[in-house]
């Protein structure tokens, strides 16, 4: 079970940084991808960290403001997200699989079920 946390109001262009931790089972074998639905829009994949460190930003408005990391001996995953846009506003999710592609091909194929409740990331003045 993954659970999202670390989401609030943040004012443009400050930070937050947002974890997803794992529970009954270990990340170091696996890969964790970051998901966004915004308000009236699909989800759609942010960025996703494999299991031998590589990371992909698949949202060309993230890259160089979010990054993606992950800490095996906490088994949780982080995004930091600095330079903060109202268009950043979402739902965030987590979500695991064997590799990112899998991950990739098993969300386009709408093959992921269990999202969990992700944490809001609201940004506004």
């Known amino acids: 079970q993954l659970q999202a946390s670390g989401g609030g109001l943040v004012q443009p262009g400050g930070s937050l940084r947002l974890s997803c931790a794992a529970s009954g089972f270990t990340l170091d074998h696996y890969a964790i991808g970051w998901f966004r639905q915004a308000p009236g829009k699909e989800r759609e994949a942010v960025s996703c960290?494999?299991?031998?460190?590589?990371?992909?930003t698949y949202v060309g408005s993230v890259r160089g403001r979010f990054t993606i990391s992950r800490d095996n001996a906490k088994n949780t995953v982080y995004l930091q997200m600095s330079s903060l846009k109202p268009e950043d506003t979402a739902v965030y999710y987590c979500?695991?699989?064997?590799?990112?592609?899998?991950?990739?091909?098993?969300?386009?194929?709408?093959?992921?079920?269990?999202w969990g409740q992700g944490t809001q990331v609201t940004v506004s003045r």
């Open positions: 960290i494999s299991s031998s460190d590589i990371s992909t």
């Open positions: 979500a695991v699989d064997q590799g990112c592609n899998a991950l990739i091909y098993n969300y386009r194929g709408g093959y992921l079920e269990d």
